[in-house]
């Protein structure tokens, strides 16, 4: 080839386009300002997981149930909350939630808790009654929280009151569910309260014969059953009857601590101490911290006269809930029958009139740094406390001496004692023989 540069023309193009550099212009600011939206939340990206919840109100029921039947409570509860507040047309997620709660107390220690757990209830229900004014369950269950709640302990003057609001509910209950075995389960518990014997049987009667024997009522029916026998001291009974309850619900820890009571009751403390540690791997396995059990274990070998084994278990119980003064008090409660008056007299002032840090600190022996130093209120005067009260007390005059000046206490809390419980003799008896040994002292 022979280039001679003839017939090359190079010409220069312009190739730029000015309504493209316009539109991608235009793209960089719009996209700067979709990206400052998406930082500041304004716009959504499409790619996020939606907000929505997916899971449906039956999802929510079908794992209550579950968590019920596994005895985890209070995750029982909040799914069946959840359940209701995605269907609120279902009073079955409501009643059953009331109920949860209900049994839940059956765990708690303290007068405060059961209260709040109650009262908590109860808003629950009534709240539940203004839409679903028929449903004879929401009655039955409203009438058991009220039965409960109508403890002197936790109810004070309007403890009658409340009994009568739970007589009123359980007969709208049987009204509206005629054959409803849950409604006549909780009126038999209702008439035994009050010592009705004949009629609680003839409502349990009712209860056994519309109940379907294999539906979760019947967890309920046979609770039931085992109180009524328990209350005519037939323990073995109430213990099948117990045993049927649990093999609908079996891991219900509260019911398997009373089982074990009732094997207690008849002298069978291995039978006892086994559910009682079925119990405890029950709440292990669940997460939940519960010290009844440990506290069960711990009276049992009390009863039996083993003081170091039980002190072992009830400083177990210590562990789990150092927080809560009821057990200092089952502690002092065995220190004080084990006649180690001096450990006695600390546990007890922590569960009666509370006592600092450093001392909860003495008595949990908590000798890690990384314990916490807790300060303790202590529980007020109750039917529930009264025996650290007079236990205090005869620990206190045991351990008297010019140098300890104890009597000086002794006084105080007798009269605080003597005030509410002049009329109790059991109560009285252990105060008075406190009295009469500080009055040989000179304290009056």
């Not at 280039?3 to 212009?25: D, E, Q, W, Y």
């Not at 908590?120 to 409203?142: M, P, Q, R, W």
């Not at 409960?148 to 007589?167: K, Q, V």
């Amino acid at each position: 080839m022979n280039l001679t540069g003839k017939n090359l023309a190079f010409k220069h193009k312009n190739r730029s386009n000015p309504g493209i550099v316009m539109l991608l212009l235009f793209l960089c600011v719009m996209s700067f300002f979709l990206l400052k939206a998406v930082l500041t939340e304004q716009v959504v990206s499409p790619w996020l997981p939606t907000l929505v919840p997916t899971r449906d109100a039956a999802s929510h029921a079908l794992e209550a149930e579950t968590q019920f039947a596994s005895g985890n409570l209070q995750k029982a509860a909040d799914a069946y909350a959840a359940a209701a507040q995605l269907d609120p047309n279902q009073a079955e997620y409501i009643w059953k939630e009331g109920r949860a709660l209900a049994y839940m107390t059956g765990s708690q220690t303290t007068d405060a808790e059961q209260k709040a757990t109650l009262t908590k209830a109860i808003a629950l229900l009534e709240d539940g009654l203004t839409t679903f004014t028929e449903d004879s369950n929401l009655y039955a269950v409203l009438a058991l929280v009220y039965l409960w709640y109508s403890s002197e302990d936790l109810s004070g003057a309007d403890a009658e009151a409340n009994l009568a609001t739970a007589e009123d509910y359980i007969r709208r209950a049987v009204d509206y569910g005629q054959r409803n075995a849950l409604a006549y389960a909780f009126y038999a518990e209702i008439l035994l309260d009050q010592a009705n014997y004949v009629r609680a049987e003839q409502m349990m009667g009712q209860a056994l014969e519309y109940g379907d024997p294999n539906s979760e009522e019947m967890f309920d029916v046979y609770r039931v059953q085992g109180i009524l026998l328990e209350s005519y001291g037939q323990y073995r009974s109430a213990i099948d009857a117990y045993t049927r309850a649990l093999a609908l619900s079996p891991n219900m820890t509260f019911l398997q601590i009373r089982t074990g009571v009732n094997w207690r009751q008849i002298g069978m403390y291995d039978e006892a101490l086994a559910l009682f540690a079925k119990a405890a791997r029950v709440n292990d396995q669940l997460g939940i911290s519960d010290p009844l059990p440990y506290l069960a274990i711990g009276n049992t070998y009390s009863q039996t006269g083993d003081f170091y084994a039980a002190g072992l278990n009830i400083k177990k119980a210590l562990q789990i809930n150092p927080y809560n003064a009821d057990v200092y008090g089952r502690l002092g409660v065995n220190y004080y029958k084990a006649r180690n008056y001096e450990a006695a007299i600390e546990a007890l002032k922590c569960a009666t009139y509370g006592c600092g840090a450093l001392e909860s600190c003495t008595v949990r022996e908590c000798d890690d740094p990384g314990n916490p130093l807790i300060e303790l209120g202590g529980l007020p005067l109750s039917g529930s406390s009264v025996v650290y009260y007079f236990s205090y007390v005869g620990a206190l005059a045991y351990m008297h001496t010019n140098a300890t000046r104890y009597c000086e206490d002794v006084v105080r809390i007798a009269a605080d004692i003597e005030a509410i419980y002049a009329n109790d003799n059991t109560v009285m008896a252990i105060v008075r023989d406190g009295q009469a040994i500080c009055a040989s002292y000179g304290y009056r």
